[in-house]
């Protein structure tokens, strides 16, 4: 776009020179008839120039090349499906950390009475179109609670710039309208619904179909059973809030623990009986002692962070799920992911050998999984989980090692807000730490799982978060992690 930018500025200055220079010989027209000479220059401007101007092959050449540019990156560019999860994310956003639209809409990251969350160095902010986007995602899926918060928004934003037009935009003020009025309409709320499809005929009076739905809300409200829709809202002017996900009150700020529960955490060097670690012990700080979550500070150095994603990079994909005895995406895992071998680098071998070191436990094939390296861009974040299988039917159990029976998560970046893994019977949340790495024990003593690992990824606010996840099975860690006597435990 530079490129084309730069050789059409060139060749309209070119232009502009022709055009001055036909002005300033033909400003008299009854002297360019009676001159022989501006008569013979006017005919061979008309006749040879005028159609180089319009049939202008450096034009066609620029345009040419624009198109050119575009198809060598067209495979790299953002599809329907990016667009529309980008979309997506900022209503996850909205949801969990109770986030305005008008506030986003604006750049400001803020919930209600307290404090930014987040406060970019650079404020941007969404144009009526981007809000109509995203309304358009939720009203698509009939999602009309956050349809009727974003199309507001871009009504609001259409009025003041009414009869102006960008490039960029593909809807308009009616647009908006028409889908707003329908989204208070499938919400029950007649008669805003037919204020707003009155307001969409001032500006185009002939669209039959909205004239349509103007008598028909009319009939409606006349024969009163268009007072209550699809949600009855008791005079209020919006629908119902929708039900906070589960994990939404842990995400912005972790609630303070018990003071009784503080007393047995503390940080610790850890050597754990092993030799790898006597000349540089872990750094451990426990979280909590049930669920047993324990946090160890530089267990990674930045070098072999970037070493890792490096690796990982070129084989993202976008991460799935277990789903009875298939694996597939869903949206409540938003992140792409790769797996890495411990032959892969000498920095993922030396990775594995830490990991059995501070956990005592046998990482070797197969009684561990290959490294997952995950990535959170935009709304990133993974809904309330257990990493253990809960069905013997679990893909997991083809590795015939077993459960999962323990956790190890790698943070390889820092992020500037969001990200919490939030643990959510055992009411806690642990925010991003670079470098550090989180273990948790997935399976009692007993081998049942741990109902208070429930945990869920906290959406990303802002930021790139990376973590790596290594997952340990149950066979293999027989004199590890023996049973206990009390069949309870």
């Given at each position: 776009?530079?490129?084309?930018?730069?050789?059409?500025?060139?060749?309209?200055?070119?232009?502009?020179?022709?055009?001055?220079?036909?002005?300033?010989?033909?400003?008299?027209?009854?002297?360019?008839?009676?001159?022989?000479?501006?008569?013979?220059?006017?005919?061979?401007?008309?006749?040879?120039?005028?159609?180089?101007?319009?049939?202008?092959?450096?034009?066609?050449?620029?345009?040419?090349?624009?198109?050119?540019?575009?198809?060598?990156?067209?495979?790299?560019?953002?599809?329907?499906?990016?667009?529309?999860?980008?979309?997506?994310?900022?209503?996850?956003?909205?949801?969990?950390?109770?986030?305005?639209?008008?506030?986003?809409?604006?750049?400001?990251?803020?919930?209600?009475?307290?404090?930014?969350?987040?406060?970019?160095?650079?404020?941007?902010?969404?144009?009526?179109?981007?809000?109509?986007?995203?309304?358009?995602?939720?009203?698509?899926?009939?999602?009309?609670?956050?349809?009727?918060?974003?199309?507001?928004?871009?009504?609001?934003?259409?009025?003041?710039?009414?009869?102006?037009?960008?490039?960029?935009?593909?809807?308009?003020?009616?647009?908006?309208?028409?889908?707003?009025?329908?989204?208070?309409?499938?919400?029950?709320?007649?008669?805003?619904?037919?204020?707003?499809?009155?307001?969409?005929?001032?500006?185009?009076?002939?669209?039959?179909?909205?004239?349509?739905?103007?008598?028909?809300?009319?009939?409606?409200?006349?024969?009163?059973?268009?007072?209550?829709?699809?949600?009855?809202?008791?005079?209020?002017?919006?629908?119902?809030?929708?039900?906070?996900?589960?994990?939404?009150?842990?995400?912005?700020?972790?609630?303070?623990?018990?003071?009784?529960?503080?007393?047995?955490?503390?940080?610790?060097?850890?050597?754990?009986?092993?030799?790898?670690?006597?000349?540089?012990?872990?750094?451990?700080?426990?979280?909590?002692?049930?669920?047993?979550?324990?946090?160890?500070?530089?267990?990674?150095?930045?070098?072999?962070?970037?070493?890792?994603?490096?690796?990982?990079?070129?084989?993202?994909?976008?991460?799935?799920?277990?789903?009875?005895?298939?694996?597939?995406?869903?949206?409540?895992?938003?992140?792409?992911?790769?797996?890495?071998?411990?032959?892969?680098?000498?920095?993922?071998?030396?990775?594995?050998?830490?990991?059995?070191?501070?956990?005592?436990?046998?990482?070797?094939?197969?009684?561990?999984?290959?490294?997952?390296?995950?990535?959170?861009?935009?709304?990133?974040?993974?809904?309330?989980?257990?990493?253990?299988?809960?069905?013997?039917?679990?893909?997991?159990?083809?590795?015939?090692?077993?459960?999962?029976?323990?956790?190890?998560?790698?943070?390889?970046?820092?992020?500037?807000?969001?990200?919490?893994?939030?643990?959510?019977?055992?009411?806690?949340?642990?925010?991003?730490?670079?470098?550090?790495?989180?273990?948790?024990?997935n399976l009692r003593r007993n081998g049942n799982g741990d109902g208070d690992t429930l945990h869920a990824g906290c959406p990303v606010l802002a930021g790139d978060k990376w973590v790596a996840n290594k997952w340990i099975h149950e066979h293999g860690q027989e004199f590890r992690r023996p049973c206990?006597?009390?069949?309870?435990?």
């Amino acid at each position: 776009l530079r490129s084309y930018l730069r050789d059409e500025s060139s060749r309209l200055r070119r232009l502009r020179r022709f055009y001055e220079k036909v002005q300033a010989l033909h400003q008299d027209p009854k002297a360019s008839v009676d001159n022989p000479l501006l008569a013979f220059s006017l005919i061979k401007r008309l006749h040879s120039d005028w159609p180089n101007v319009i049939y202008s092959d450096e034009a066609t050449r620029n345009t040419q090349a624009l198109h050119a540019g575009l198809r060598e990156v067209e495979q790299e560019l953002p599809g329907t499906e990016d667009l529309d999860g980008a979309a997506r994310a900022l209503m996850r956003l909205q949801d969990v950390y109770a986030l305005s639209v008008k506030g986003l809409a604006n750049g400001v990251f803020q919930r209600a009475g307290h404090p930014p969350l987040y406060s970019p160095s650079r404020r941007v902010s969404l144009s009526a179109d981007d809000c109509f986007h995203v309304g358009k995602v939720a009203y698509d899926t009939g999602d009309y609670y956050h349809s009727i918060a974003w199309l507001e928004e871009a009504v609001s934003l259409f009025r003041l710039s009414y009869g102006s037009w960008n490039l960029e935009d593909r809807s308009s003020l009616e647009d908006a309208l028409d889908h707003l009025a329908f989204s208070y309409f499938m919400a029950g709320n007649i008669s805003h619904a037919l204020s707003l499809s009155r307001e969409f005929l001032r500006y185009d009076p002939s669209n039959q179909r909205v004239s349509r739905n103007v008598v028909k809300y009319e009939k409606l409200l006349e024969m009163g059973t268009g007072a209550r829709g699809r949600w009855d809202w008791q005079g209020c002017h919006g629908p119902p809030q929708p039900l906070s996900p589960p994990h939404a009150l842990l995400c912005p700020l972790s609630p303070q623990p018990a003071p009784e529960r503080l007393l047995q955490l503390d940080c610790s060097y850890e050597t754990n009986s092993s030799p790898y670690l006597l000349l540089q012990p872990a750094k451990k700080e426990m979280v909590r002692i049930q669920p047993y979550v324990a946090l160890y500070h530089d267990f990674i150095t930045d070098a072999e962070a970037e070493t890792i994603k490096g690796l990982a990079g070129p084989w993202l994909q976008r991460s799935v799920v277990a789903s009875g005895e298939k694996q597939q995406k869903a949206e409540y895992r938003i992140s792409k992911s790769a797996w890495l071998k411990d032959t892969a680098d000498p920095v993922v071998r030396a990775l594995d050998q830490r990991i059995a070191a501070v956990t005592g436990l046998d990482l070797r094939p197969p009684y561990a999984e290959y490294l997952q390296v995950v990535n959170y861009g935009l709304g990133g974040h993974y809904e309330p989980h257990f990493d253990h299988a809960t069905s013997m039917k679990s893909p997991l159990y083809r590795m015939k090692s077993g459960n999962r029976i323990a956790t190890i998560m790698i943070y390889l970046s820092a992020v500037e807000a969001g990200g919490s893994t939030a643990f959510i019977y055992a009411n806690f949340s642990v925010p991003v730490v670079k470098n550090a790495a989180l273990f948790w024990w997935n399976l009692r003593r007993n081998g049942n799982g741990d109902g208070d690992t429930l945990h869920a990824g906290c959406p990303v606010l802002a930021g790139d978060k990376w973590v790596a996840n290594k997952w340990i099975h149950e066979h293999g860690q027989e004199f590890r992690r023996p049973c206990s006597a009390d069949p309870q435990d």
